[in-house]
C-alpha cells in the first residue's frame, strides 16, 4: 500500500524577528511544525500568537531568522521569488479577506489566473478550462469567471478564493482565518468544502484559527501557540480532550459560545507561567 503519512511540509526550529526600531520583536521561537500527506493541522492562538508570521514564514512572505523549511522533500528555506518558482506552485494559500485573493477591480477569471502567472504555468495548460475546472470543484458556475467579486455574497467569494488557491492544483493550502469572517451556516459550507476537497485531491493543510471549535471539526493534529512559542502539539482528540498544558485548557474554555452572557463573562486565556519578554535591543 502507498504510505501516505509523510511529511509534505516540514518547518524546523522556526524563528522570525521583526524588525521595530532599534528593537528586535521575537514573533516566533523555534517554532516546529510537521504536515502529513492528506491532512489538516491546525495553528490555534490567540491573536498576536505568531500564526500569520509563521503561515508567512512558509509561504516565503517574511524572512526567517533561522530554521529550515523543507516541501515535498526539498529545502526551500531560502527559495523566495523567482526561485520558488516550480515548488511554489505546490504551495497556495487562502486568507481571511478575499479581497487579499479577489482584486475587486478585477473579473473573477482575472485573479484566478494570477498563481498561474506568477509560477509560469500559462503556457503549459488550457486556462479556460482549469479556471472552469476549479469553480466547478468549489460548488460554482463556469461562468462566474466573467464577473465580478461584488456580485458574490461572502461565502462565495471564499469559495472563489480556495479555487484561485487550487488553480496551480498544489499539495499543501495554508488556511489563515479562511473561515473567521463567515456567518456560521456559511462557515460549516466551506469547511465542508475544504474536507471534500482534501478527499478529492490527498490536500494537506496548514489551517490557522484562533477558534478551537472549528478547529476541533476540521484539524487532524493541532498546534498550540502562545506569544511565539509552541505550547504543545498533537492529535487533534487529544489536545482537546486531554491538553497537558493550562493555556490549550483556557484556549479551550474560550471556544465561542452561543449565549453571549456566558461568553461576556469569560476571561481572556493567559499562559499560567509568565512568558519572556519578546523584544531585544539590536546591537
Ligand atoms: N511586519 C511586522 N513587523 C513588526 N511586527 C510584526 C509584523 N507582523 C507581525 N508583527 C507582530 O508579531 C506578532 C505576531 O503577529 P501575527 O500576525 O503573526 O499574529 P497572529 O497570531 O496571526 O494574530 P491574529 O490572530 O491577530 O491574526 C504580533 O505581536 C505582531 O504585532
Ligand atoms: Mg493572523
Redesign the pocket.
Known amino acids: 500500500m502507498k504510505d501516505t503519512s509523510y511529511p509534505v511540509l516540514v518547518a524546523e526550529n522556526i524563528t522570525v524577528r521583526?524588525?521595530?526600531g532599534r528593537q528586535h520583536?521575537t514573533?516566533l521561537d523555534n517554532v516546529n511544525v510537521r504536515i502529513p500527506h492528506a491532512a489538516t493541522v491546525g495553528l490555534v492562538?490567540?491573536?498576536?500568537?505568531?500564526?500569520?508570521?509563521?503561515a508567512k514564514a512558509i509561504l516565503g512572505l517574511?524572512p526567517i531568522t533561522t530554521g529550515r523549511i523543507e516541501l515535498l522533500g526539498q529545502d526551500i528555506t531560502h527559495l523566495n521569488g523567482r526561485r520558488r518558482r516550480g515548488l511554489g506552485r505546490s504551495i497556495q494559500a487562502v486568507f481571511q479577506d478575499p479581497n487579499t485573493s479577489l482584486n475587486p477591480s478585477f473579473t473573477v477569471g482575472r485573479s484566478l489566473i494570477e498563481p498561474l502567472k506568477a509560477q509560469n504555468m500559462l503556457g503549459d495548460i488550457d486556462v479556460d478550462a482549469r479556471v472552469a475546472e476549479v469553480l466547478t470543484a468549489v460548488g460554482m458556475e463556469p461562468d462566474a469567471a466573467s464577473r465580478q467579486p461584488r456580485q458574490f455574497s461572502g461565502g462565495q467569494r471564499q469559495r472563489i478564493s480556495i479555487a484561485r488557491a487550487l488553480i496551480t492544483n498544489p499539495q499543501v493550502v495554508v488556511c489563515d482565518?479562511a473561515v473567521s469572517a463567515l456567518d456560521l451556516s456559511v462557515q460549516a459550507q466551506v469547511l465542508n468544502l475544504l474536507t471534500d476537497l482534501q478527499r478529492e485531491r490527498g490536500l494537506s493543510y496548514l489551517f490557522?484559527s484562533?477558534d478551537m471549535s472549528v478547529v476541533k471539526h476540521i484539524c487532524h493534529e493541532v498546534t498550540v501557540?502562545y506569544r511565539?512559542t509552541i505550547k504543545e502539539s498533537g492529535p487533534t482528540q487529544q489536545i482537546t480532550t486531554q491538553p497537558a498544558d493550562p493555556y490549550t485548557k483556557a484556549l479551550l474554555l474560550a471556544a465561542p459560545i452561543a449565549d453571549p452572557v456566558v461568553q461576556r463573562q469569560r476571561q481572556r486565556p493567559t499562559s499560567a507561567v509568565p512568558a519572556p519578554s519578546r523584544t531585544s535591543l539590536i546591537s
Open positions: 521583526y524588525r521595530k520583536f514573533a492562538g490567540e491573536s498576536g500568537s505568531g500564526k500569520s508570521t509563521l517574511v482565518e490557522i484562533h501557540l511565539g
